[in-house]
T-cell receptor
Framework: DAGVTQSPTHLIKTRGQHVTLRCSPI?????VSWYQQVLGQGPQFIFQ???????GRGNFPDRFSARQFPNYSSELNVNALLLGDSALYLC?????????????FGPGTRLTVT | AQTVTQSQPEMSVQEAETVTLSCTYD???????LFWYKQPPSRQMILVIR??????QNATENRFSVNFQKAAKSFSLKISDSQLGDAAMYFC??????????FGKGITLSVRP
């Protein structure tokens, strides 16, 4: 079975631009979470979606938004990019929203903002 | 708010030896889970071991075991018979009722041949 997949692998954007990152969960997993990992730090929680509804949001500005589609894949959108948004963006899927010990991570998308 | 603290930024171990990575956490919740994740240079975050707070017995997965001290809010990872492939960043993480993972800053483990 395929694991969590994310696209693209790498991305370079300019300040002020918009970016969309994509995530496909493991087949059968209905919950997706997004994390931002700045170089040298641990991942920071951004969003969690379960059955297409937002279940949690971390301490990130409104420039960050996300959504989950009927097939449980998800998009993370970031508007008006800042240099500080440069990071590895990780997606994790869970079988249900109530089983936190089953979070499986994708390989991440490396975003560089210049 | 929950916090996870990993105070050692780096550690080194000789191949085949044992190493212990430290982690402390703070929470007011009584029901929660603790994890150790491994992140090699490939960036893939891999779950190493998990511990349910209500279980008194320390979790063990092959060469990996934890020392869970609930009263002290301590959760250390012991790696026995260290192998070159164990070299990576290791993150301690917590999750409670809100199902979000809170990570520590991580520790870089190097293994000397």
């Amino acid at each position: 079975d395929a694991g969590v997949t994310q696209s693209p692998t790498h991305l370079i954007k300019t300040r002020g631009q918009h970016v969309t990152l994509r995530c496909s969960p493991i087949s059968g997993h209905k919950s997706v979470s997004w994390y931002q990992q700045v170089l040298g730090q641990g991942p920071q929680f951004i969003f969690q979606y379960y059955e297409k509804e937002e279940r949690g949001r971390g301490n990130f500005p409104d420039r960050f938004s996300a959504r989950q589609f009927p097939n449980y894949s998800s998009e993370l959108n970031v508007n008006a990019l800042l240099l500080g948004d440069s990071a590895l963006y990780l997606c994790a899927s869970t079988l249900t929203g109530e089983n936190p010990y089953e979070q499986y991570f994708g390989p991440g998308t490396r975003l560089t903002v210049t | 708010a929950q916090t996870v603290t990993q105070s050692q930024p780096e550690m080194s171990v000789q191949e085949a030896e044992t190493v212990t990575l430290s982690c402390t956490y703070d929470t007011s919740e009584s029901d929660y889970y603790l994890f150790w994740y491994k992140q090699p240079p490939s960036r893939q975050m891999i779950l190493v071991i998990r511990q349910e707070a209500y279980k008194q017995q320390n979790a063990t997965e092959n060469r990996f075991s934890v020392n869970f001290q609930k009263a002290a809010k301590s959760f250390s990872l012991k790696i026995s018979d260290s192998q070159l492939g164990d070299a990576a960043m290791y993150f301690c993480a917590y999750t409670g009722a809100n199902s979000k993972l809170t990570f520590g800053k991580g520790i870089t483990l190097s293994v000397r041949p």
